[in-house]
């Protein structure tokens, strides 16, 4: 009886391996369906596919590819949203720097103070700089620009338009 049971785990255990193993693929086709549809801008496919996903080890990815895709002012509740789940995968700080930078294209400057995180990334610092500066917080823009003109080689071309009001403002001395 105990040798029946055994076998009978067994048994089991192997077609359960077998359906995981079916899942898996099936998730993966999925998956790949649902990037396909989003490169082709086919929403309703993509949808209906990631929507089986919601499990799936790569969902986050279906995510951050949907929310760049169609990065506007509209996407906050979805940008918060994927920040707050997915804050501890390198998807959620790549999301950020998406979403700072249409911030700062389209001058949302009090907005991109509220998601600014330092990084090290010296366009980001300017354009924080920028964001301080257009909401009346000039001193302390006018502190991050001395530390990144004392400190950084070359600025890129983000940096010139505070580096300009900065100057025009007579703020830049010769100290």
Partial sequence: MRLLFFILCLLAGVSLAQADSLT???????????????????????????????????????????????????????????????????????????????????QQWQRFLNYYQPDGRVDLQCYAAQALWQTQQQSLAAKSLTQLWTTVITLPDACLPIFKQWQAAHLLTPD
């Fill in 24 to 106: 898996a693929t099936a998730e993966r086709l999925a998956f790949l369906q649902a990037k396909s549809a989003l490169t082709r801008g086919n929403y309703f496919n993509f949808k209906f596919f990631s929507s089986q996903l919601h499990q799936y080890i790569l969902y986050p990815y279906l995510q951050y590819a949907d929310i760049n895709h169609q990065m506007t002012l509209s996407a906050e509740p979805q940008v918060n949203y994927f920040l707050k789940t997915y804050s501890d995968t390198p998807l959620a700080e790549r999301l950020r720097t998406q979403w700072l930078m249409t911030l700062a294209a389209r």
